[in-house]
């Protein structure tokens, strides 16, 4: 185990903190075909814990030819997600990347984004894990009033980044909690800088936070 000081210095994973409650609906999205039922689950993301199932209903508004395309809004509450214009007073959080397939395996959503909401539309007869549902993609949503959880500090949202604070969580993970200690955890640490290598990490580091794209590792001073 590396030290630094009379520090030692360990190496997490990070879990986001953010939503976990997982929503599936039962229509299909916009522009999509009458053979298959759609669905929307709200989540953290490919760093994201456990999920709660829930039902929820989806209704497509019509408003694009792609359901939840880049720029286009979603109406926000645990009862339903639908597409809505972005000046209605129903419309809570933007589309700001918009990916195929599943978000374990594609692109990361930018670095504030507050959640993620995974498409798939219910085709049991194609599906590849039992569940009924095959995996249309994924929406990245940034909401169009604070709080932003995905902000650096604030505590959530899909991705850790510089600036965010964490706990341990036990076993070799850590979880985002507000810098601020409004959350139900104390930070402990803070995400101070990411590098391409442990090498180039600070003096003060406490902890290498794993964060994944091209500066995967994350420097964290304890506070």
Same mark, same amino acid.
């Not at 994973?13 to 709200?42: E, H, M, N």
């Not at 359901?67 to 979603?74: D, I």
């Given at each position: ?13 990070? /879990? ?49 030819? %792609?359901? /939840? ?52 539309? #219910? ?20 909401? /169009? #009033? ?27 993970? %850590? ?12 930070? #402990? ?33 304890? /506070?």
């Amino acid at each position: 185990m590396a030290m630094r000081g009379r520090a030692a210095v360990r190496a997490l994973c990070a /879990l986001s903190a953010g939503c976990a409650v997982l929503l599936t609906g039962c229509q299909s999205p916009a522009g999509d075909g009458a053979d298959g039922s759609g669905g929307v689950s709200r989540g953290t993301g490919p760093a994201g814990g456990a999920t709660a199932p829930g039902p929820a209903a989806v209704r497509p508004s019509g408003y694009g030819a %792609v359901f /939840l395309a880049v720029g286009e809004c979603s109406s926000f509450g645990t009862v339903s997600f639908t597409e809505v214009p972005c000046a209605s007073e129903r419309a809570a959080a933007r589309v700001v990347a918009r990916e195929d397939g599943r978000a374990d395996d594609g692109p990361p959503c930018p670095a504030t984004t507050d959640f993620v909401l995974h498409i798939s539309e #219910q085709r049991p007869w194609a599906d590849e894990d039992g569940d009924g549902a095959v995996p249309r993609g994924y929406a990245c949503m940034r909401r /169009l #009033q604070p709080p932003h959880p995905g902000d650096p500090g604030g505590g959530g949202g899909p991705r850790t980044i510089v600036g965010d604070c964490v706990y341990d969580a036990g076993g070799g993970k %850590v979880r985002e909690t507000a810098c601020d200690g409004s959350g139900k955890k104390e930070p #402990q640490f803070e995400v101070v800088e990411a590098v391409t290598a442990r090498a180039d990490c600070p003096a003060s580091t406490g902890l290498y936070v794993r964060l994944g794209g091209e500066r995967p590792v994350g420097c964290a001073r304890p /506070l």
